[in-house]
Nanobody
Framework: QVQLVESGGGSVQPGGSLRLSCAAS????????MGWFRQAPGKEREGVAG????????YRAESVRGRFTISQNDAKNAVYLQMNTLNPEDSAMYYC???????????????????WGQGTQVTVSA
């Protein structure tokens, strides 16, 4: 089993930055894929960024490309989401997810993942 704990959410003004962290515990050596997803009220959960950990390949949604960056630590048991130039449309609950194996081109699909954190809230407002 794998447990995921997110941190780093909060309130920020438009144009500001936040860095989210996701710490994995348990059988983390089995994990090859991790990702960040978000869900705003009344909307479906959407993929933000994903990483294939053995090769460090990353994928980002078009809406965040150039503003958000996903990365992992050397121990491959944590991932981070650096979010810059935030705007109100980025406000949502952000979730970390992980799975043992995945298809790289499906890293932004929630159905690809079977471990989920509890989420951390990000609010962008003036």
């Amino acid at each position: 089993q794998v447990q995921l704990v997110e941190s780093g959410g909060g309130s920020v003004q438009p144009g500001g930055s936040l860095r989210l962290s996701c710490a994995a515990s348990g059988y983390t050596s089995s994990l090859n894929c991790m990702g960040w997803f978000r869900q705003a009220p009344g909307k479906e959960r959407e993929g933000v960024a994903g990483i294939y950990m053995p090769t460090n390949h990353t994928y980002r949604a078009e809406s965040v490309r150039g503003r958000f960056t996903i990365s992992q630590n050397d121990a491959k048991n944590a991932v981070y989401l650096q979010m810059n130039t935030l705007n109100p449309e980025d406000s949502a609950m952000y979730y970390c997810a992980a799975v043992e194996e995945c298809l790289m081109w499906r890293l932004l699909q929630p159905s690809e993942f079977n471990y989920w954190g509890q989420g951390t809230q990000v609010t962008v407002s003036a």
